[in-house]
């Protein structure tokens, strides 16, 4: 949430240069990307999110995150966090438990000015039946041959977060290591690098969010034994090999507002807007090579000690089901989020209210988090963090 500190306008000698570097590497995305062949949907778990305040906002974070899950979201407000330990963590379950995500950070003061993050997901279907060998050579079936395997992916998250100037301009980076596997049968490991920039002037915050900005690659290997391999021809299905898989460039861009209302009351609105560069997406705005994602969120607090949250993303054009079949019509549809949160002295829990699936069979996922604060100094102006 948005942290509430006295803020000084950024020189404009260091928003120049900081400008600079990110239209540098931004132009050098198109080089980037014709040079290589990318794979639409890759690493897609790290696009999920964290943070059941994050989920429930819709994932428009990217300007006014400012806690421990800044290291995932975007790295530069790592700065938002005090010069204390704090540690965040979250457990959710989707499709009735048959996919679990779990996320743990924590998030140390280097210098006064300076915070890193480390941050590590997984996310994984578990005790998947192995039917590879469920029929004998003479046609029986046997359930003894069936055994159980699991498909998860994990990311360990390195942030780093240093003022740019001033207080009023953050940058922040971070460096992922990927390992995917899929029982005995396949793994990949893979690298990528993250960029983030954060700038504050007076109740506005901006942010910016380059994800992969260097093209992450996940190198995957598999590996069968001749039995498994024979079996899987014989079903018609084809033994892959070993192969490289690349995860185009992301660029989120989001700006945020705080209301004070008054003493005790305050209202935060954020919007952002994801800009993917592997092709025609099934998003609001959808182009070759850019596609661009909307998605806002709004939170309002009493006190920074209850907090009320809603958020609208994931717009997509959707098949209209009732309309005739020589004439299909398509229709928007999108996924709305609510969510509360509490925090009393150095403890945070928060929960989010999120739809998963369609928003016709409305899957909906309870979702919580949980943030500490170890050892926590008053700060020298005497207000709280966030």
Known sequence: MLKRYPIRSASGRSFRNATALVLGLLLLLPAALEAQTVRKYSNEFLSIGIGARNFAMAGASVASTGDVTAGYWNPAG????????????????????????DYGSIVLPVKETRRLGISLIRFGVDDIPNTLFLFEPDGSINYNNITSFSVADYALILSYAQPLGNKGLRIGGSGKVIYRNAGSFAEAWGFGFDLGLQYAVKNWRFGLMARDITTTFNAWSFSFTEEEAQVLQSTGNSVPESSMELTAPRIILGAAYRWPISESFG???????????????????????VSADPHLGIEADYKDFIFL???????????????????????????????????????????????????????????????LDINKKPSASGESGS
């Open 78 to 101: 790592l700065l938002g966090v005090e010069p204390d330990l704090q540690i965040g963590g979250m457990h959710a379950e989707y499709f009735a438990g048959e996919a679990k995500l």
């Open 267 to 289: 209202l935060l609105a954020e919007a952002n807007i994801d800009l993917t560069t592997d092709g025609k997406r099934n998003v609001l705005l959808s182009a070759d090579p």
């Open 309 to 371: 949250r809603a958020g609208i993303g994931n717009l997509q054009r959707a098949v209209d089901e009732e309309s005739p079949v020589d004439a299909l019509e398509e229709r928007l549809v999108l996924q709305p989020n609510l969510g509360l949160g509490l925090r009393f002295k150095g403890v945070q829990i928060d929960y989010a209210y999120t739809n998963i699936g369609s928003r016709e069979n409305l899957l909906y996922s309870h979702i919580f988090s949980l943030l």
